[in-house]
């Protein structure tokens, strides 16, 4: 399976890929997933199967949002799995733990991202193993360290794993690192409520 990031890895296989398409599956049916499904159905066709080990894909959106989704990906065929644990990915296919074999030429994994190792060896982490930070975005006892994006939770305003919270911490990070350096009160970071 190819990861989605490093996102630079991730686009030369996919270019490399549409030399010779054939089936996709994507393992992680949150928004990241269901994004990418739609895209790889738009540009190969119904041959596109998306695989959630939860019972139910993008449980985190509202029902709006949700079902909006859900017509789109039934609008593209595209093949939903729920409930669904991979047992192995092969060259050609992705076997779940019930021996259901599904075709894939190309399986992209999506299921979130998880945090390296070695942060919870050297910093304070949340039990899911991110670095814990405050609301200036400093690791949690630790002046001078910053955290952001997919690594870390902010321990007092926890966020569902979204690139646009990653984004939006950008700015309030530079300004924070400025500010320490001139020996200037941090900025508190107020992330958004929903995606």
Known sequence: AVAVKPLSAF???WARFLDNPGPVAIIGGGVAG???ALAAAHRIGPHVTLIESGPR???ELPPASRRMLLE???DRQVTVHIKSQVACILPEDVILTDRTRIASDLTIAAAGGRPA???ARCLPCDAKGFVSVGPDL???GHVGIFAVGDCAVITDAPR?????????QGPVLAQNILALLLDKPLLAHKPQRHH
């Open 34 to 36: 269901v994004e990418l």
């Open 11 to 13: 686009a030369d296989r």
């Open 138 to 140: 400093q690791v949690q």
């Open 57 to 59: 894909i993008l449980g």
């Open 160 to 168: 569902p794993r979204a690139g646009v919270h990653a984004v939006r």
């Open 117 to 119: 190792p070695w942060l």
């Open 72 to 74: 789109a990906l039934a």
